[in-house]
């Protein structure tokens, strides 16, 4: 009998990690999980967690000995001195393991590469142009990857997605749009009419598992997108009226109030919160339409895995615990809560 795969994973407690990790096991494949010492990780079938150092590539190496592919879940908290500080050792740390291993180096990536004047459909080809910090240090992060992979030692392949949704808390789906969701209130970060790029973390890390698979075809280092969907403030807005419907959040004839995110009172913020301050420097994605065309992904795998999105918003929303009739959110809409900066859309 032919011994399943194995899949080394980095971060595999991080958000997009331990995706990851559940997707690989859920395929079959021998999953070694890392995690760092003094932390512990969920009881999945066909997953081994590792204690260690993303750093200790040594140990790592051999506890992984005979893995095919490492999946690069490691990544910075989401400030500009965070990013400058770990991102290049981050990325080290998981070109040294592999380049050990002889594995293929898979790396989830974001359109912060393309910038302000990206087009409205992003192919692989297309020219990157990063304007802001973080465009510019996935640029380098990628550079080094595509430079480890030149002397035959390790593959990689750079897996791009739209904004993650999905899977845990952290994004902009929880941290804003849906923030207060239950008491009737949508707020989106940009104009309703303008369509941006989104990725349901599920979906795309099938999609790993897909590229996994197909690893014997890749070239020693590639690009691929992973279109997930292409979705305008008003698409969230409608499918979350639905929902708001059903789980009784709106009064009777009563409709979902739809504001947007006030920028300058997160300017404001930024003085004090470099994590706003980030993120108002990613402004422009929301006023700016794109897309992700997936013509390489395609050619490799076939049709990308892809959840319709009221299915895949309902799980999002579940697993933050929101899908809860009102009656049952009566204490928490008592809780003192933060406020949220939003001006009304119309």
């Known amino acids: 009998m032919t011994e399943p795969a194995t899949v080394l994973i980095l971060g595999a407690r991080g958000r997009f990690g331990l995706t990851a990790t559940r997707a690989f096991a859920q395929a079959g494949w021998r999953v070694l999980a890392q995690l760092r010492p003094g932390t512990s990780g969920p009881a999945i079938p066909g997953v081994v967690w590792l204690n260690a150092q993303p750093g200790d590539t040594a140990w790592l190496a051999a506890a992984a000995h005979g893995a095919a592919v490492v999946v690069q879940g490691l990544s910075p908290v989401y400030t500009h001195a965070a990013w400058r500080r770990d991102l290049p050792g981050l990325t080290q740390a998981a070109i040294d393991v592999a380049r050990e291993l002889g594995a293929l180096l898979m790396l989830p990536a974001s359109v912060y590469n393309f910038g302000a004047t990206m087009p409205p459909l992003l192919r692989e080809d297309t020219a ?48 804003v749009m849906v923030k207060d969701i239950q008491r009737g209130r949508f707020t989106h970060p940009g104009p309703l009419n303008v369509p941006t790029a989104w990725a349901w973390l599920p979906d795309m890390a099938r999609s790993f598992v897909a590229v996994a698979g197909q690893r014997h075809r890749l070239p020693a280092f590639e690009t691929l997108h992973f279109a997930g969907y292409s979705l305008t403030g008003q698409d969230w807005a409608d499918a979350l009226a639905d929902i708001a419907w059903e789980c009784g959040w709106l009064p009777p004839g009563g409709q979902l109030h739809t504001g947007s995110l006030s920028w300058p009172m997160m300017r404001a913020l930024g003085l004090v919160l470099p994590k706003i301050a980030a993120l108002c420097e990613m402004r422009y994605q929301w006023h700016t339409p794109h897309s992700l065309v997936n013509t390489r992904m395609a050619a490799l795998t076939g049709a990308e895995p892809h959840t319709p999105f009221p299915e895949a918003l309902r799980a999002a929303l579940a697993e933050l615990g929101l899908l809860t009739s009102r009656k049952e959110t009566t204490v928490k809409e008592a809780r003192l809560r933060a406020p949220v900066f939003e001006r009304s859309a119309s």
């Open 128 to 175: 990157q142009a990063a304007s802001t910090f973080k465009g510019r240090m996935r640029m380098t992060s990628e550079a080094q990857v595509r430079a480890a992979t030149q002397d035959g030692r390790m593959q990689a392949v750079v897996i791009r997605g739209g904004d993650f949704f999905g899977s845990g808390t952290g994004a902009w789906l929880d941290e």
